[in-house]
Nanobody, 117 residues
Framework: QVQLVESGGGLVQPGGSLRLSCAHS????????MYWYRQAPGKHREFLASISYRFITNYADSVKGRFTISRNNAANTLNLQMNSLKPEDTAVYYCKAEHKMTLEEYWGQGPQVTVPS
């Protein structure tokens, strides 16, 4: 069973930066594709970024150029650096792990990120 523990959420002013981290409980972190999603009140969960086990990255247009996804396989950690934050970035943020072979998925608990208008 994989557990994902997220950290780094909070309140940040518009234009500010925040870094989210997601710690993966298994030492075989390197065989998982990793994702970040978010869900704002009253909206569907939205894909933000992904990084494959081969370190190939992909971003949603809404965050491209502002957010950077990265992973540290030695530390079993996924990160999301968020810059130039806007009020519309306010949401609960989730990390997801997907086994590269079985496609089994695991989700983090979702820290809140608030950017006041």
């Amino acid at each position: 069973q994989v557990q994902l523990v997220e950290s780094g959420g909070g309140l940040v002013q518009p234009g500010g930066s925040l870094r989210l981290s997601c710690a993966h409980s298994r030492s075989i972190f390197s065989i998982y594709n990793m994702y970040w999603y978010r869900q704002a009140p009253g909206k569907h969960r939205e894909f933000l970024a992904s990084i494959s086990y081969r370190f190939i990255t992909n971003y949603a247009d809404s965050v491209k150029g502002r957010f950077t996804i990265s992973r540290n396989n030695a530390a079993n950690t996924l990160n999301l650096q968020m810059n130039s934050l806007k009020p519309e970035d306010t949401a609960v943020y989730y990390c997801k792990a997907e086994h590269k072979m079985t496609l089994e998925e695991y989700w983090g608990q979702g820290p809140q990120v608030t950017v006041p208008s």
